[in-house]
């Protein structure tokens, strides 16, 4: 079926309004029939993924829009990009490529992209408002806008995320719909402790299974606790978009669209899949590809930290110092406001190194010695591997820094227990 | 399974490479040469130039599409792309490599279950049809 189209989408696709906007709508509407899509909305913003260098043809996409009069023409901010801006004395990439990467920073930015740098633009004071159609890319920021926010956003790619920035359009199909955005999948945690549920460490293990056993779906997850709040679940988005291709979860009674289970599943009866504490443990272990306690560095902040995750790390720093090398991402208006709370200096005294603006497994600025690197995330666990050649250990933030402080891997493994 | 359906259309031919799992294209191909990089995945080390990729579906990364784009345009890409269930990034980083470059592959949604790594195969891929055969 073609994705019908208004009187002033045809007139961008005949290039009223420039080549820029009839290139972006010519790959919306391309799009939009793979996706189904009958015709295509309004969108109120949009988060850009494709201003990250991956290699010539992005630069030279982002080249072709600006040549031909791109303007974004709605709110959009900037995900993460390869430099440090902030800090580039700390890149260690090729001159060629960081100069690539430089020109398609500032492509984004000429088409009026606010240089935000972030992938948790959910962190910045102005968000998307519950039941809002928008247009993001970046897996983690996807699965948060949907879950977290109850905003509308369909998996986006680079690409098509500053087509619709532009056009201020996006194909109606997918996450967009109401029943697109129903629970098929039940996971339910059993037997799980309270304790572990207490701590940080289980909510990106729990994103991992998420991903596994729901692959594309939306899974609906029951047993979590009522406070589960913002960085946890933004931990468990994150992992099941890296492990899986989740666009979208629901935590029963947490998250806006699911305050029941039949809310979350619109009354269908769905599979139920039981998490056990052995499960977890064994998910854990799957996020790592190092055993014994070598320690070569420690990587936090991914997605970016939050001000409340700046403020944990650096209480946790104040009272056990690290000997190896600790890194902490975050965005550069979560840094500013940090900054005027005085915890950065915390951080610094601690010798903790803060990265903006990119994020620490795009980059390579971590120095391990060869040694692994313990992350409390598991997206930054599944990727650094591949993208930067280290082995990776899992835990949660206080293992993390109890780990620095000792420079070797130590865990709490009562944790872990059945519950 | 879900019905057969173009994603992308054109016509590409290559021995088959049947992955056994998902990939993200983004931190699961290196761009440069192909080669298959994801540390977790059961194919790592295999190379997807030239061949036509067999796979149950996309995963993770939203840049997928430019790390498509990218092969495509560094000549390392695959033959074709066969996926079990459709993945709208894949598919937007054939359509733009098509727009940057006059150059594409098909990426398709099709059975491919009886199809044998290594065995060369044609996709033949139009509005309304698509073919996966000798």
């Known amino acids: 079926m073609p994705v019908a189209l208004t009187e002033a989408d045809r007139s961008r696709l005949n290039g009223d309004h420039g080549e820029a906007a009839a290139l972006a709508t010519r790959i919306l509407v391309e799009t939009g029939a793979v996706m189904g899509a009958e015709r295509l909305i309004d969108i109120a913003s949009a988060h850009v993924d494709g201003c990250l260098y991956h290699g010539l043809a992005g630069l030279e996409f982002a080249e072709r829009l600006v040549s031909g009069g791109a303007r974004v023409s709605v709110p959009t901010t900037l995900n993460v990009s390869s430099m440090d801006l902030l800090h580039p004395e700390r890149g260690r990439g090729d001159p060629a490529s960081a100069e690539n990467a430089r020109r398609q920073m500032d492509l984004y930015v000429a088409m009026g992209c606010r240089p935000t740098w972030t992938c948790a633009p959910y962190q910045l004071p102005r968000r998307p408002a519950f039941g809002e159609q928008v247009a993001w890319a970046e897996s983690n920021a996807i699965v948060f806008c949907n879950s977290v926010l109850g905003a509308r956003t369909n998996r986006y790619g680079d690409f098509i995320d500053v087509c619709a920035a532009i056009a201020g359009r996006a194909p109606l199909a997918g996450l967009h719909l109401d029943d697109e955005r129903r629970a098929r999948l039940l996971l339910r945690l059993e037997g799980v402790s309270t304790r572990l549920m207490a701590s940080d460490a289980p909510y990106p293990v729990l994103g991992h299974v998420l991903g596994k056993e729901a692959g594309t779906a939306v899974a609906a997850i029951g047993g979590l606790p009522a406070d589960t709040g913002e960085d946890r679940l933004k931990a468990i988005g994150a992992a099941a978009a890296s492990s899986g291709s989740v666009a979208m979860f629901h935590a029963l009674g947490i998250t806006p669209e699911a305050p029941t289970l039949e809310a979350a599943t619109g009354g269908s009866e769905v599979a139920e899949i039981a998490v056990t504490a052995a499960r977890l443990r064994a998910a854990r272990d799957e996020l790592a590809t190092a055993t014994g306690d070598a320690l070569g560095a420690v990587s936090v902040g991914t997605p970016h930290a939050s001000l409340a995750e700046l403020e944990r790390l650096a209480g946790l720093v104040a009272k056990r110092r690290p000997v190896v090398p600790f890194y902490v991402n975050t965005a550069r208006d979560i840094l500013a406001e940090a900054e005027r709370r005085d915890w950065v200096g915390s951080l610094g005294a601690a010798g903790v190194e803060i990265v903006t603006d990119t994020c620490t497994y795009l980059t390579p600025i971590v120095e391990a010695g060869g040694g692994p690197v313990m992350t409390d995330s598991g997206k930054w666990a599944w990727y650094a591997p591949a993208n930067l050649g280290v082995e990776v250990v899992f835990g949660g933030l206080e293992e993390c820094v109890a780990s620095a402080a000792a420079g070797r891997v130590v865990r709490d493994e009562s944790l872990w227990a059945d519950g | ?134």
Request: some cysteine; charged content about 20%; glycine content about 12%.
């Open chain 2, 1 to 134: 399974m879900a019905e057969p359906r173009t994603l992308v259309a054109g016509t590409g031919r290559g021995a088959a490479l049947v992955l056994s799992e998902a990939l993200s294209f983004w931190g699961g191909i290196n761009p440069s040469n192909g080669e298959v990089i994801d540390v977790r995945h059961p194919q790592r080390g295999a190379n997807v130039s030239g061949r036509v990729l067999v796979l149950p579906s996309g995963r993770g990364s939203s840049s997928s599409s430019s790390v498509l784009a990218e092969c495509l345009r560094a000549g390392t890409a695959p033959a074709a792309i066969v996926l079990a269930e459709a993945d709208p990034i894949l598919a937007l980083g054939a359509i733009v490599a098509r727009e940057l470059f006059g150059r594409t592959i098909p990426v398709v949604v099709a059975d491919a279950r009886d199809v044998r790594d290594g065995v060369d195969i044609t996709v033949r891929a139009s509005e309304g049809s698509v073919d996966v055969g000798s």
